[in-house]
């Protein structure tokens, strides 16, 4: 059994009908039984209509899948994203590592009371090393990873990761850094009147 945590995922329009059945293409992290190491890997799945919960259908491991056409569409999108040349027998991935461990901090998928401590004390960090959130370059190396993420492999901080990132992926992962903060903005106000310097442009 593995419970399957979802990093990123696109559906084949930009702005899917939620009211109908949508199809997804995911990128995961699976997580087994105790004893075994965690997988990443991607997958195909149908989300329910709004009316019927919007919740994924499980359905064994297999999704009906209309086209090929369908297919190149789902993939373009994952590729035009930033996250389709991740390879999950090839973990890890230091964008993939980085952008997870960065949701995890500032788009964690808990409960309000929770999330607003881990974000306060993100932001509580980066007061006390006197940098703005939207210095990424600067604070990315606050962003805690969690653990080893391969048996035998070095453990790398944050810092290590990210200045092993191309260009490219440096620009990926700021601007999603940076998206992630502007939504802070807006759903926490009063975290940004109590650290004005760090929410500085």
């Not at 995922?9 to 004893?35: A, H, I, K, N």
């Not at 990443?40 to 491991?61: C, E, H, K, T």
């Not at 090839?90 to 929770?114: C, E, R, T, Y």
Request: glycine letters at 10%; a negative charge; proline letters at 4%.
């Amino acid at each position: 059994m593995a419970r399957v945590l979802v990093l990123n995922e696109t559906g084949v329009d930009d702005t899917p009908d939620l009211s109908q059945w949508t199809l997804w293409f995911q990128w995961c992290r699976y997580m087994y039984d105790e004893g075994q190491e965690p997988g990443y890997g991607y997958r195909f799945i149908w989300r329910r209509p709004n009316s019927d919960g919007g919740g994924l259908q499980a359905a064994r491991g297999q999704a009906r899948i209309p086209s090929l056409e369908v297919i190149e569409k789902l993939i373009a999108n994952a590729w035009k994203a930033g996250w389709g040349h991740y390879d999950g027998d090839n973990h890890p991935n230091a964008l993939a590592i980085l952008w997870a461990s960065v949701d995890d901090i500032l788009d964690p998928k808990i409960l309000d009371d929770h999330r607003r401590t881990s974000i306060r004390a993100f932001v509580n960090g980066a007061s006390f090393r006197g940098v703005s959130l939207y210095e990424v370059g600067q604070v990315v190396g606050d962003v805690p990873l969690g653990g080893a993420y391969a048996r035998g492999a070095v453990f790398k901080n944050a810092r290590e990761l990210y200045d092993s990132l191309d260009d490219a992926g440096k620009q990926l992962l700021t601007t999603h850094f940076r998206e992630k903060v502007e939504a802070i903005e807006r759903e926490y106000p009063d975290i940004v009147q109590e650290f004005p310097k760090q929410f500085q442009r």
